[in-house]
């Protein structure tokens, strides 16, 4: 019998090849968020502290209008409560802004080291399984840009429901959990099957690859999992899709796997 795949994958992220691919995504992406956290955060708290400024001592000619216009306002905002106060709220909210776009640019660029992924763990388990050329780079370019097309539209369209409390919530993963199921499986399975082969597993094991990938999208919400365990994720839908593929072959006839496996 065989194991789980998130038992079979996780086993393989935990051997030194596959630990040391990990540390790639998650030092890239942990650097350029870090960057852009810092940078925005201390541009928002510098423009707090001119509002609480001496207008002649504030150089930015809007902040200093603004504070001659609304002196109540200014000295509320540049307050230490309201500093306080905002400084929670950016954090919350920029916190979970960072996991979710750091889970998707993690994803973006653990994609480079996908076919090194996926050839590691066919060798490893499912060598018997014959690997065709996957799908073709114009098409892997096309099916892309329509996944984050179709998540640009669904983020807009679900966007009055973000500010719905709790509503907000589940809306805002919407569009990022069609985003990172999309991408992974098209990255993974498009490593592994034809684009016919791909689009075969899309009809017939949907709700099969969508279980795999909510589970993994839950884990990714975990602060810095998302950066981290991107290996682990490529691991388990490699998994998933070479099995999918073994059972397809079984329906073959034998002459027609023999063939494949000649070639």
Same mark, same amino acid.
């Given at each position: 019998?065989?194991?789980? *795949? ?10 030194? +090849?596959?630990?040391?691919? &990990?540390?790639?995504?998650?030092? !890239? ?10 940078? @925005? ?5 510098? *423009?707090?502290?001119?509002? /609480? ?18 002196? #109540? =306002?200014?000295?509320? @905002?540049? /307050? ?5 106060? %905002?400084?929670? =709220?950016?954090?919350?909210?920029? %916190?979970?802004? @960072?996991?979710? @776009?750091? &889970?998707?640019?993690?994803?973006? $660029? ?5 076919? !090194? =992924? ?10 018997? !399984? ?8 114009? /098409?892997? *370019? ?9 998540? #640009?539209?669904?983020?807009? *369209?679900? $966007? ?31 490593? =592994? ?15 099969? #690859?969508?279980?795999? %990938?909510?589970?993994?999208?839950? $884990? ?33 006839? +034998?002459? &027609?796997?023999?063939?494949? #496996?000649?070639?």
């Amino acid at each position: 019998m065989q194991k789980n *795949i998130f038992v079979a994958a996780f086993e393989d992220f935990m051997t030194t +090849k596959f630990l040391t691919l &990990t540390l790639a995504p998650f030092f !890239i992406t942990l650097l350029i968020f870090s960057g852009l956290i810092f940078g @925005a955060g201390s541009e928002f708290f510098d *423009i707090l502290n001119q509002l /609480s400024q001496n207008p002649d001592a504030i150089n930015d000619p809007q902040i200093k209008e603004f504070v001659q216009e609304y002196p #109540i =306002i200014s000295t509320i @905002a540049g /307050s230490f409560i309201f500093h306080a106060i %905002t400084g929670v =709220i950016f954090g919350i909210l920029g %916190t979970g802004l @960072a996991i979710l @776009a750091s &889970t998707a640019v993690a994803l973006i $660029i653990v994609g480079f080291f996908t076919p !090194i =992924i996926v050839k590691e763990i066919h060798k490893r388990h499912y060598s018997y !399984i014959p690997k065709e050329g996957g799908v073709d780079f114009i /098409s892997y *370019i096309v099916l892309s840009v329509k996944s984050i097309l179709k998540f #640009i539209a669904v983020f807009f *369209i679900s $966007i009055f429901l973000y500010f719905i409390p709790l509503l907000n919530l589940i809306a805002l993963n919407i569009p990022f959990y069609y985003l990172f199921s999309s991408l992974l499986t098209l990255d993974v399975g498009g490593e =592994i099957l034809t684009k016919e082969e791909l689009q075969r597993v899309l009809n017939e094991r949907k709700k099969e #690859i969508l279980g795999s %990938t909510f589970i993994l999208y839950l $884990i990714s919400l975990i602060p810095f999992a998302g950066m981290l365990l991107q290996v682990y994720f490529v691991s388990v839908l490699a998994h998933q899709f070479f099995r999918i593929k073994a059972d397809f072959l079984d329906k073959k006839p +034998k002459e &027609t796997i023999e063939a494949e #496996i000649v070639e």
